[in-house]
């Protein structure tokens, strides 16, 4: 099985299932992850309140999980936003050319002619 040699070269066609899915459905499933954060981040300050008197360890460990979980869920929710990306393409420098000199015209002043003036 012989195959041409321009197809060997030639870069690989994009496949449909590598493609990223629609900004509408990803941003809607940030939405459900960010959510679920804040829902457990709820669930650490009832928790921080309820246990506050009698375990204190709980209740500071609550805290600091009220505090940390929202710069973790943003984090997490942008990290996931770009590994859905795709890979990227390498950078190819373009070697550019200088640029062509410019002739630098003076200005000029066209007087009408000294005969032909209004009077």
């Not at 499933?29 to 669930?43: D, F, K, N």
Request: charged fraction near 20%; hydrophobic fraction near 45%; proline fraction near 8%.
């Amino acid at each position: 099985m012989s195959t041409t040699p321009w197809r060997r070269d030639a870069p690989r066609a994009e496949s449909i299932t590598g493609a990223r899915t629609g900004l509408t459905r990803d941003l809607r499933g940030r939405q459900r992850r960010y959510l679920m954060a804040m829902l457990v981040r709820s669930a650490c300050v009832v928790l921080m309140a309820a246990t506050w008197s009698r375990w204190p360890v709980v209740a500071v460990g609550a805290l600091v999980g009220a505090v940390v979980i929202p710069y973790v869920a943003v984090v997490a929710a942008q990290a996931h936003w770009r590994q859905q990306r795709g890979a990227r393409h390498a950078v190819v420098w373009v070697r550019e050319e200088p640029p062509a000199t410019r002739v630098v015209l003076e200005p000029t002043l066209i007087l009408p002619p000294e005969g032909n003036s209004p009077g």
